[in-house]
């Protein structure tokens, strides 16, 4: 198999040896193109017209030609769409920020519409002063600036029995990455301060959910925020506006919107959202609870099934992102033949604990069947497992929490498929 893929030179050096050799000749057939090309010959629209002047557009949307980049849910995954999700789609972004528009959104009940005059966030409990603050209040605390990744727990559990959807948005696409402002919740308890017996936090969501979920308190004290900005804007409606948690490197159902208050207690409160959901069946019949860091995972974007090779054989940018709960990601390995040879892929932007990174491996396709997968490896050396081993260890009941490796199938014409391989 080595054999077939060999003319394929995924190495820097052959690339560069590929760019020189074939490189150049397709810069200069495109030139040659060019005598006809309408696009060249052709007076187009926007150099004839002034366009719009400055103001036409106070809040800035993206180009009319980037329309079919949106969120998007499976219709038949839920029964409505206010207890629902859509999904990120990754395949058309880079870098490693997600915009705000198209962060994947998780609603129980629907987005809170809520009016932050009104907006209050109680801290009761186990602390020796009960505390209402309002938003006003929060932006006197010392604030900071942090890039989180935020995955849901079923992100990837639709393939656990098999492959089953075609396209990285609706396999991997519960993920957004986004740089928060916020007041360290640390802070916020010291100010209530915490009795001694006060062990683990409930934070409750003011939705008509009311979502709650029990964190330790070792959790709370340390790198939980308390959100009002995502990429230097207010949080929008759809993910907590005027205010959420933010829990780095832990499951996205912890992270509750519309933050309205905080309870500190002795131990967890049992509740829907970490019994019922978020546990993990295992083979022997027994849920596994509280899995609350993610685990290091990684996907390519493109080629993908939803960015298919478009351009033919010669230079290929594959490119993924990877991402941990317990820290960085300083190398994933990719593989174009199912995992008989791996690479290691190129990092570029950049590596923040518990955030999105980027990867690059620049090849000289050959138009031959690709097997893709990719393999993160996170600062702890913990290295992602293929689907074999992860139902080794946890068998084939669950849902949450599936990590494993995923793999694309590329065709001749470069069309790429949701498969599975052993
Ligand atoms: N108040 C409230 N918080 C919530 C939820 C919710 O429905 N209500 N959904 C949770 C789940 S399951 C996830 S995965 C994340 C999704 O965050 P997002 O909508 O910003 O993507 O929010 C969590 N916080
Ligand atoms: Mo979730």
Redesign the pocket.
């Given at each position: 198999m080595t054999k077939i893929y060999k003319g394929m030179k995924p190495t820097r050096r052959s690339f560069l040896t590929g760019a020189a050799a074939s490189g150049v000749a397709m810069v200069s057939a495109k030139a040659a193109n060019a005598e006809g090309d309408p696009a060249i010959i052709n007076k187009q629209e926007w150099n004839q017209y002034l366009g719009e002047g400055v103001d036409a557009r106070p809040y800035g949307m993206p180009s009319q030609f980037e329309s079919h980049v949106r969120r998007q849910d499976v219709p038949w995954l839920t029964a409505d769409p206010v207890?629902s999700?859509n999904f990120?789609p990754l395949h058309e972004l880079d870098g490693i920020i997600t915009p705000n528009g198209l962060?994947?959104?998780?609603?129980?009940?629907g987005i809170?519409e809520v009016d932050p005059a009104e907006h209050r966030l109680m801290i009761n409990g186990l602390v020796d002063r009960p505390l209402v603050f309002t938003m006003e209040d929060l932006m006197r605390f010392p604030r900071e600036n942090h890039v989180y990744f935020?995955?849901?727990?079923?992100?990837t559990g639709m393939e656990w029995a098999g492959a089953q959807l075609n396209g990285c948005q609706f396999t991997h696409g519960?993920?957004?990455n986004v740089m928060y402002t916020g007041v360290p919740l640390r802070l916020l308890l010291q100010e209530a301060g915490v009795k001694t017996t006060g062990k683990w936090i409930m934070p409750?969501?003011?939705?008509a959910?009311?979502?709650t979920?029990s964190i330790p308190i070792e959790k709370a004290l340390d790198d939980c925020l308390v959100a009002f900005k995502m990429n230097g804007e207010a949080l929008?409606p759809?993910?907590?506006y005027p205010v959420?948690?933010v829990v780095p490197g832990w499951?996205?159902?912890?992270?509750?919107?519309?933050?309205r208050r905080i309870e500190v207690g002795d131990q967890p409160w049992h509740h829907r959202?970490e019994t019922s959901?978020?546990t993990d069946l295992l083979a022997d019949g027994q849920a596994r609870r509280f899995t609350w860091e993610m685990d290091a995972k990684s996907v390519i974007t493109s080629p993908s099934p939803q960015a298919p090779i478009t351009q033919g054989p010669g230079p290929l940018v594959i490119t993924g992102v990877a991402w941990s709960g317990r820290g960085t990601i300083p190398r994933v390995d990719v593989t174009i033949d199912g995992g008989i040879t791996w690479q290691q892929a190129r990092m570029s932007g950049p590596s923040l604990n518990k955030s999105m990174h980027r990867f690059y491996l620049d090849v000289e396709w050959d138009g031959k069947p690709m097997l893709l997968q990719s393999r993160a490896h996170d600062s702890t050396g913990y290295v992602q497992p293929t689907k074999e081993q992860l139902r080794h260890v946890r068998g084939e009941n669950s849902i949450y929490h599936n990590n494993s490796i995923q793999t694309w199938a590329v065709n001749e014409k470069g069309e790429a498929e949701n498969v599975e391989i052993s």
């Open positions: 207890s999700v990120t962060c994947f959104e998780r609603h129980h009940a809170a935020l995955e849901c727990a079923a992100n519960m993920i957004h409750e969501g003011a939705d959910s009311g979502m979920r929008r759809e993910q907590g959420r948690l499951e996205g159902n912890m992270w509750i919107k519309w933050l959202e959901k978020y």
